[in-house]
Structures are given as structure tokens and as C-alpha cells.
């Protein structure tokens, strides 16, 4: 078999599991999605490998930015700091090995509501402010995978031209 299409076989499974770490943090996401596109397109090195690559790698920088600015200014807004934020990740840290599947998200939840009412001492204001920051999460991550996704279309499609052009 050709190195060329062993690479970009290679190269299109490090992008599947780079667009489910956009969703589940326990895999590599966006860095994965990027490091895969250059190297792909260094060892092809055709201007069809290398167009995607850039467009890919605009796109993955372009989602990882979307989603810390959408969070970071929720985060600001409603006065949210990194404190009960770490509590939440060691929540889903440990809700991760307790409940398979859903534990990361149910345990981050957890922990970030239980800082948040430690903090605040109102129940109500503390499901406000973990409710805004999981909304704020969310449409970060939904952010970030589209354009992860479309990154990997854009490889999908640079894949294509550059074989097609073999």
C-alpha cells in the first residue's frame, strides 16, 4: 500500500476521534484536529493537501477561539470565578469513573452547582449561575465541533482533489 493513502487513512481516524474530543474532553479535540492536518498535509505535499490543511486549521483555530470567548464572557457576566469551575471539572472528573457515559457532564454539573452554592448561599442564585454556565459551555462546545467537523470535511475534500489529481 501507498504511504500517501496509508497517511490520510491514518490521518481521517485521528480526525474522527479530534471531532469527538470537541465533545468529550477526555480525547484530544481541536490541537488533534490541527497537529493531524499539518502533518497530512507536510507528508502528501500536494497543493490540494496543503489548501486543506489550511483551511482546516482556520476553521479548528477558529472553533477552539469561539468557544473560550463564548464561555469566558459568561463566565465574566455572571460573575462566575475559577474556582467553582476547577470544582466542577474535579466533579467530572470523578463522575467520569462512577457513571459511564454521562458522568463526565453529570458530575461537572454537580460540582459546579455544589461550588456555586458554597458560594453564594442562595440556592436559587446558585442554579442560575451553573445553569448560565453550562449554557454558555454548551454553545461553546456545539461551537467548537461544528467547526471541527467542517475541518474535517475540509480534509475529506483535499483528500479527494489530491487522489483524484494523482
Known sequence: MDLQIITTVVAGLLLTVAVLGTVFPILPGSILAIITLIAWAWI?????????????????????SASAVLTG???RR???PHGPVLVGVAGAVVGMFLIPVVGLFVGF??????????RRRDV????????????SMGAGILVEFACAALAASA???GALVHFLNR
Request: aromatic letters at 6%; a positive charge; glycine letters at 12%.
Open 155 to 157: 480534509f475529506a475534500l
Open 124 to 135: 436559587r442564585a446558585a442554579a442560575r449561575s451553573s445553569w448560565q454556565a453550562l449554557k
Open 44 to 64: 502528501l505535499g500536494s497543493p490540494a493537501a496543503w489548501t486543506a490543511a489550511v483551511v482546516g486549521v482556520g476553521l479548528a483555530v477558529a472553533g477552539m
Open 78 to 80: 455572571e460573575r462566575i
Open 73 to 75: 464572557r459568561t463566565m
Open 109 to 118: 454539573a454537580g460540582g459546579l452547582l455544589a461550588a456555586e452554592l458554597v
